[in-house]
């Protein structure tokens, strides 16, 4: 039990963060909890601002997201207020409201910063006093990778082993400036995806042949990926986060039926990286559930990477960012 804070309202900014050692599949579909660990860079300009306001007035929830409702997340959001709800000893409705500084018609995922801003708001709105590692279990249930986005630079998700999934958390590995590395993100597509990270998941997790490889080859991504974040080996993060991301596409394309993210430029994105990294470029790319193409670079290439992705066929856009911090809250 806990009283409210003062006013009953808070506010919070959470980034957007971009796997390098993907997360695709649950242990627990009702406790969201991932079926593997995964690793992510947090974004320094890619963020959701989010206000919520408690208060007996309020009938029902409502969540508006860059100034329309949206209806279809709400389930979502009510089902992450409830749990902070009966944390706080209360029943009262909210009304949040969200932005997202980066195009939503981009494709990119906001599910991760929106739903870490959203605990990170609504916990201080109800007085409640949660470690990160706290919120980062709230986020989860949100949305598995929102558990990252509590924290700031490289960050780790754990699995855990707890039945009741209270030690599936993200951790911190390295701060954004301890490795400034940037991100040039190549927009190929501005209309919403066809199928979600949860679906595909699920589907990849009850028809893929390669569903059982996927989960007993993770630790070993995870171990690499972790020591080559922590020993700054550029050319070794590379190539375990292609490797996962492929892995990824691969359970996705022979899942039943089969989803494929990618569209041409995708696959034309990911040609040009290869040419640069030839080149002797330091570049890397990943690719999340859409067919966005991810380039993580050294900053001294960064513009190179952006010209050249630019003059894609098929690019619309093309995003640059650091690394950035985790959860503010206030
Ligand atoms: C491909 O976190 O969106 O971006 O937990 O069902 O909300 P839910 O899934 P979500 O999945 C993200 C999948 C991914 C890889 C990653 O971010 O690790």
Redesign the pocket.
Known sequence: MSSFSREGRARARARA???LV???G?SNVAL?VPAVG?I?ITLADLWSDTEIEFGPAIKADSFSLNGAEEVSELRRVTACLDLLRREAGVDTRARVVSHNNFPTAAGL?S??SGFAALVGAAASALGLEHSPEDLSVLARR?????ARSVFGGFVEMQVGEAADGQDSYAVPILAAEDWPLHVVIAVTQTAAKAT???KG?RSSETTSPFYRAWVESAPADLDAARNAITSRDFETLGRVAEHSCLK?HALAMTSRPPILYWNPATLACIDAVRGLQHAGVPVFFTI??GPQLKAVCLPEVTDRVAAELHDINGVVDVLVTGLGPGLEIG
């Open positions: 963060n971009i796997a993907k997360y695709w649950k969201n995964s992510s995922a599910s991760a949100g949305s598995g990778s929102a979600s990270s949860t998941m990824l999340d559930a």
